[in-house]
């Protein structure tokens, strides 16, 4: 007979093992990168999980390069200013959404349905040509603004949900005591909204530091170019030298700030997630 | 909510006269209105601007003879692109394997997010670890694991090719499927099973116990209860992943950029703009896997009664 104790300790062992499982699957190709970043360029083609001799070489040659740090300093501009105008664009349409009777309210949430399951292919052609008509190929805006758009949907779903449980009564009674929505949207309900805000910009930067059809299409030179595209483009240090070590010294650094942002904010990637995205 | 007239200023004193049957507006309805339309305003704009325009553009791109190389030589061909398109071997051997890619990676992601959601709903211990870890694939940057996936399986060099006896699976077709379809199930089963855990927190717990009261098993009650409340969540996650996995490009693009006859139709509408310059063959590819992904949302929505994210929403 098994006791109460022991079948606990027998789940606990059961679910100690699946999260093993889970654990080894996920780690086993971010390890394989990180083990090939600090390979010797001669080891490259030893094909050993771990490097024999390890070296920081990969690392220093990438970061005194500026077709990787320019690349980078691009990435973080670009994914900080897209996510900035998509949160506040978006926590203005969120409100409305959320609280206000408006006609074109279902169009709009429609019509940003239709955006997120969009195929960014259908984009590129379109865009490119207007965007080399409008000078703004190869530079910052012309990746910045695709961003917007297609981090604005994920957003506004995100903060509706979140402004929907906000207390309204506090709302109600500003205006009663006065406001207008106007001072009521920026002085009682932004406040209360600002976790919301930050789950969302988390999720549209992260959607921006991933992004590479638009990169790689959108752009020419490095003076634009984002990491991911970046890595794509480099090249051996010389060309009897694969590029293998330093490709993988650059992802394990764009690798870096998303196991930070995941670390940090687990809880609020994973409740605007399970709550904005989708809600059965 | 049929009058969707996004001009602020000339649809209030139009929309009073023209809905005898609403009483009159007060000023508070009236000014509501407006600042929804105003608060609304610059996300409509992006919108518009850029996916509502350029897709326009892109269809009328679509109609014309356009090859960058040539600008001087464009002229109106009607739909003539679509004829050398639709006839053409590269797009049916590309919509295959985008169709083959879609379908195998999103059952997989099924099936393993289901398992895995249902690990980061019941485990006891170490719920926060797991779910901080299962975050970590769906972050990365798809490039970089795609990558770590490219050197481990080139012979000679990478960990996983040395297990299976210094093989070159990237050289043939189905092995690259295969690693592709690898790749996309490792970085989007989180994903998934994000989508999915929303879900199985809205089963009730009462309904589980009562199943365990009856006698039902472990695999009874999931089959039986969780399942069946869980269609909605499911119907969901499978549009949104399908349509997700249907514009599959970056893992490709790493792995074989689209050798071997591994290209899809996003990696076939990016040669055909980057390498042909051909912008009119290149916009017939947009607009006509646009029309893919909207036929299959069309199919989800109306066809299985997927409810739309963002209905309960709007009330």
Redesign the interface.
Known sequence: MATNLSVTSR??LG??S??TV??V???I??L??VS?SFKTPGA??D???WPAQWTWGNYKGILTSSTFVRPLLNSIGIGLIATSIAV???S??A????R???????????????????????????????ERSLSLFNTWPGLI??Y??FG?PMA??IL??FF?QIPWQLERAATVDGAT??QAFTKIIAPLAAPGMVTSAILVF?FC??E??FAI?LTSTTSART??AA??FFSGSSQFTTP?GP??A???V??IP??I???VF??R??SG???G???? | ??????TVAAAVPE?TSARHRKPRRSPR?R???R???L??A???I??I????Y??C??VY?SLQKYNLAFPNAVKFVGLSNYGAVLSSPYWWQALKVTVIITIFSVALELVLGMA?AE?MF?????R??????????????????A???L??WTP????L??LFS?SAPLTSTVPSLAIIILAEV?KTTP?MA??L???L??VPGVLERAAKMDGATVWQRFTRVTLPL?K??IL??L??RG??A??V??NI??LTNGGNNTYS??IL??DN??SALN?GI??A???L??L??AIM?GVFIWGFGT????????R
């Open positions: 789940q606990k679910w100690g699946a999260n889970a654990i699957i996920v780690a190709p971010i394989w990168i090939l490259i083609t094909p050993s999980f506040v664009f978006a203005m349409a409100y409305a959404v959320a206000l009777a408006f006609p074109g309210k279902r169009l709009l949430v429609a019509g940003a349905l239709l955006i997120s399951i969009f195929p960014q292919i259908s984009l590129v052609t379109p865009l490119y040509s207007i603004i695709p917007v758009a604005l506004v779903y509706a949900a929907q929505p106007w992260m530091w991933n590479f059809l299409s990491a991911p890595l794509a293998t490709i993988a650059a992802a394990v764009i690798t998303i196991i942002f995941v670390s687990q809880r990637i994973v997630l399970t709550s995205a989708v809600k059965g | 909510m049929s009058t969707s007239t996004k929309e309805a000014s509501e209105r600042l929804g339309w608060l609304c610059p996300a409509v992006v919108l601007g850029v996916a509502a350029p897709i553009y892109s791109l895995l690990l019941r485990t006891t211990i170490g926060g670890l797991i779910r901080t870890i299962a975050l970590i694939p769906y972050g990365i940057v798809t490039v970089a694991a990558y770590g996936w050197y481990a000679n060099e990478g960990y090719s040395a210094n490792w994903f994000l989508l855990l929303s879900g927190a809205q869980m909605p969540t969901v996650a549009l949104f349509a997700d249907f514009r490009f970056d693009y790493i139709v996003s509408g990016y703009l980057f912008l290149g916009s590819i947009s607009v896997i646009f893919c992904v949302a409810k739309a994210p963002g209905a309960d929403l709007v």
